[in-house]
């Protein structure tokens, strides 16, 4: 069962401090990620060519629609995170998604390069917010940090809403009669990003990290669409789909169960995909999250369990053991920009 703890607390305080941050950019005004002569052309086949300033090189996509955003906060380091309302193309759900770029994404040296990218997902709803982009929590300004150090690819950060409703699980998933939250998280909002940021083709360039229902949402999604995505780290996370929504719909339930997703991924061979999990000694649920573990972790599906002593189940503290091996656990995985000198 979905286990809010203190996510509402936590996304009221982080709402809050988003509102009073000042910076070389103020709340409210208009920002671009992407420029437009470097934006991807369409060939009469649909497929993307390169922009022609700067080239672009290997599996690079460039960014093919650059919309400005709205500025959420400003980092120290004068970064920005943003925010746009998305009307979903193949879901038809309109919500609200926030993003972040750091600051090697701007350095002229990574211009011709990719960057790989890390959806953020909340626990409890996730929804009319999305907790990650406020500055309580300081994901932004620990991968900067991390990235620096070594700790931490230089993810672009991407945080959108995970339900279309502050009362109800949809499980991220199609749920039949219900918003398309499964087509929104998997194809929405990484062709969002696909428009606005020069991004890897290869899954492997592409992540998650999520606390309880958003940790599982991005564990499903790996094990779904491993063409897709190739990892996740996932702060206590449910193995199961539970949804209120599913009744009378078991066959369409199963389909995004991460247990059978796994046993099939495993019996098909691949692709690889790598699952982290945080769990707090003090948190309920561990039985079946250790059992999924040590039954699925195996042939293409690479595992690992990060334990945190004395930890409760709660986005701050799954926030504060990031830095303490699962992400960096999760970069060494995954592609790197690459400097054009």
């Known amino acids: 069962m979905k286990r809010p703890s203190t996510s509402t607390l936590i996304a009221t305080l982080a709402l809050s401090s988003a509102l009073v941050v000042t910076g070389c950019s103020s709340q409210g005004d208009p920002v671009s990620f992407g420029s437009k002569d470097q934006q991807g052309q369409q060939d009469q086949q649909g497929q993307t060519q390169q922009g022609s300033n700067p ?3 290997g599996d690079v996509r460039m960014p093919t629609n650059p919309r400005e955003w709205e500025t959420q906060r400003t980092l120290a380091d004068g970064t920005t995170v943003g925010l746009t309302t998305l009307k979903g193309k193949k879901s038809g759900f309109e919500g609200k998604v926030w993003v972040w770029a750091p600051k090697q994404y701007f350095d002229k040296k990574y211009e011709k390069s990719a960057f790989p990218v890390l959806i953020a997902l909340p626990g409890s709803y996730g929804y009319p917010t999305n907790y990650w982009f406020g500055g309580d929590l300081k994901l932004q ?6 990235s620096q150090e070594g700790k ?51 899954p492997k360039g592409w992540g998650f990290f999520g606390s309880s229902s958003g940790g599982y949402i991005g564990m499903k999604m790996v094990l779904q669409h491993p063409d897709k995505f190739s990892s996740v780290v996932a702060g206590g996370p449910d193995t199961r789909p539970d949804s209120p929504l599913w009744k009378g719909h078991e066959k369409e339930k199963q389909a995004n169960n991460p247990e059978k997703l796994a046993a099939a991924l495993i019996k098909k061979g691949g692709p690889d995909v790598n699952i982290s999990i945080m769990l707090g000694t003090l948190e309920a649920g561990q039985a079946n999250t250790k059992d999924f573990l040590k039954k699925y972790g195996k042939g293409p599906i690479h595992t690992n369990l990060h334990v945190i002593e004395g930890g409760k189940h709660e986005g701050k503290q799954y ?3 990031l830095g303490d091996g699962p992400l ?5 995985r995954m592609l790197s920009p690459t400097p054009s000198s």
């Open 55 to 57: 080239k672009a090189s």
């Open 141 to 146: 300004e620990n991968i900067a940090k991390f």
């Open 152 to 202: 931490s690819q230089p993810f672009i950060v991407v945080m959108p809403v995970q339900n279309a409703a502050k009362d109800k699980y949809y499980d991220g998933s199609d749920i039949p009669g219900q918003p398309k939250m499964g087509t929104w998280m998997a194809e929405d909002v990484p062709d969002l990003v696909r428009e606005n940021f020069r991004t890897f083709d290869d």
């Open 319 to 321: 926030a504060k053991s």
């Open 328 to 332: 960096e656990w999760l970069s060494k």
